[in-house]
């Protein structure tokens, strides 16, 4: 890939387009994938494209995504990122249910270790604040994880600039990871915030879902590069901020190679004017 690369925590350099682990999981995220020789053929391809950051979490399958890197990857290498999370529950209906409490943070924590077959994990995201757990108390957690060793960077999700403030006086935060894309940029706050102080951002949905339509000119921007929109919504994202860490996930391999593709794209600054 020809894109730059930027230092997670000031040490982990990565290049800045990573992959998503997510959709690599059951229907719903919830299970095991229907071919999981196809599901370790994808990791294994990602790696060997120069992607050497993977983004994951135990509440995607529960657990079947981190065991899938496990088994097809060496979590451990020194040339591989591999980042996860901890913090939502899941049930058979498929819900997202956030449990901050540092006991179960640190259980939670454990669990992933063993599924990842590591000592200590790259990155680990508060996935969601819990309304029930005072925040500060989740990153304690966190930070103590830290302390000890089994933790070598912290990240936050789905946090205000607010909340990434107050977590910057508990422990250094590496990273954020909020959505936000080409078609929605609620986010826009947090991002500069991140930029300030130097933190990685992790877009996550930076495809928008597929939801492009609506993206005034990314159709003849594609055209004009002969590639897809959701290519041209990645190499947005790499444009668009310094520490922008893309992720976009995929279960098939075509898309995948598709996706790394938009990394060599290099838009005009008219038509990042056209997108802005």
């Not at 229907?27 to 196809?38: F, H, L, S």
């Not at 899938?68 to 996860?84: F, H, K, N, S, Y």
């Not at 879902?209 to 993206?215: P, R």
């Amino acid at each position: 890939m020809a894109n730059d690369t930027f230092d997670i925590g000031g040490d982990l350099t990565v290049n800045r387009l990573g992959f998503g682990a997510m959709r690599l999981t059951g229907d719903g995220v919830i299970g095991e994938p229907d071919d999981v020789g196809n599901a370790h053929d994808v990791l294994r391809r990602t790696v060997e494209l120069g992607v050497d950051f993977i983004d994951t979490a135990d509440s995607y399958g529960p657990g079947v995504s981190e065991r899938l890197i496990g088994e097809a990857l060496d979590p451990g290498r020194e040339d591989l990122v591999v980042a996860t999370k901890g913090g939502l529950l899941r049930n058979t209906d498929g819900d997202w249910l956030a449990h901050g409490d540092p006991d179960y943070l640190r259980n939670a924590h454990l669990c992933s270790l063993d599924r990842l077959g590591v000592d200590t994990i790259d990155l680990y995201q508060l996935h969601r604040p819990d309304p029930d757990t005072p925040f500060e108390d989740s990153v304690h957690a966190l930070a103590e994880l830290k302390d000890e060793g089994l933790i070598r960077h912290v990240g936050l999700s789905n946090v205000s600039v607010d909340q990434l403030e107050t977590a910057r006086d508990i422990v250094d935060v590496a990273t954020v990871q909020n959505q936000y894309n080409v078609a929605n940029r609620d986010a826009q706050a947090v991002l500069d915030a991140c930029e300030n102080y130097g933190v990685g951002f992790i877009p996550w949905f930076p495809l928008a879902a597929g939801d492009l339509d609506e993206v005034d000119g990314i159709g003849d921007i594609a055209d004009a590069h002969e590639a897809t929109p959701h290519q041209i919504a990645l190499a947005w994202l790499l444009r668009s901020s310094e520490v922008t860490l893309p992720i976009p996930g995929t279960a098939d391999i075509a898309h995948l190679e598709q996706n790394v593709a938009a990394a060599d794209i290099e838009l005009t600054d008219a038509e990042l004017a056209t997108l802005s």
